[in-house]
């Protein structure tokens, strides 16, 4: 409940940009809060197996992006006390979520309720199940079946995972009294590669490095 006692609405915001900057351009609210909310996740792994062995040992290659599925359920009779238009309420949910011709694709979405971690998402599909009609064929109730799958800009990624391995691709931000070797120290656990990364950068001067420079540190070869 919020302050003012009024129940709080599950929102989906659009924005047209993949780093959700500015404004939300369209807000979906659910008529009805979903009843339950199911989270899916997939684990990807290497199971190559060597010739003459029994079994193959699983090697982590990533996390692929999760799956959040919700249904709305949309009343136009009345029956709780406040009568939706069924066909306004799709209408606005394709709306949102579906393809926007200005951008040429669909929006990029956020998710939002209560305590439920925001969610950078876009849509995956979709279906619309209508449940009752008015004797000329208006819809009077209506189940939206949705399934959104995860969004997150690179930055957000990066920092959710917290990757720390030194055989994986980092991208750093020169600070003030930052050095090459001791970024490498850091990444690395090494300052021997600094002459690599200040080739990999085209970096001429790497005892002068300027603030807010970004500097890619590629993977170490096994």
């Known amino acids: 409940m919020s302050d003012r006692g009024t ?19 369209e807000v979906f609210e659910s008529y009805v809060n979903p ?16 010739s003459g062995t029994t079994n193959s040992r699983m090697e982590f290659k990533k996390m692929k992006p999760g799956d959040l599925t919700l249904n709305f359920f949309i009343d136009g009779t009345g029956a709780n006390g406040r009568k939706a238009d069924v066909q306004q309420v799709i209408e606005k949910f394709q709306l949102v979520t579906g393809y926007n011709g200005d951008i040429h694709r669909t929006n990029y979405l956020i998710i939002v309720w209560g305590t439920l971690q925001v969610r950078k998402c876009v849509l995956k599909s979709a279906s619309i199940v209508y449940k009752m009609f008015k004797p000329d064929g208006v819809p009077l109730r209506a189940v939206i079946n949705a399934v959104f ?20 691709t980092h991208v750093r931000q020169v600070i003030a009294g930052s050095s090459l070797p001791g970024m490498c120290t850091e990444i690395y656990g090494n300052p021997s590669y600094y002459l690599d990364v200040a080739k990999a950068n085209n970096i001429d001067d790497f005892r002068n490095l300027v603030p807010g420079t970004r500097i890619f540190f590629p993977p170490l070869e096994k």
């Open 7 to 25: 129940l709080e609405k599950l929102l989906i915001q659009a924005y047209t940009t993949p780093d959700y900057s500015g404004q939300a351009t």
């Open 35 to 50: 009843s339950e909310i199911n989270l899916s996740y997939e684990v990807e792994y290497d199971s190559s197996q060597g």
């Open 149 to 168: 799958t995860d969004n997150s800009d690179d930055q957000s990624r990066v920092a959710l995972a917290q990757d720390q391995s030194p055989d994986l």
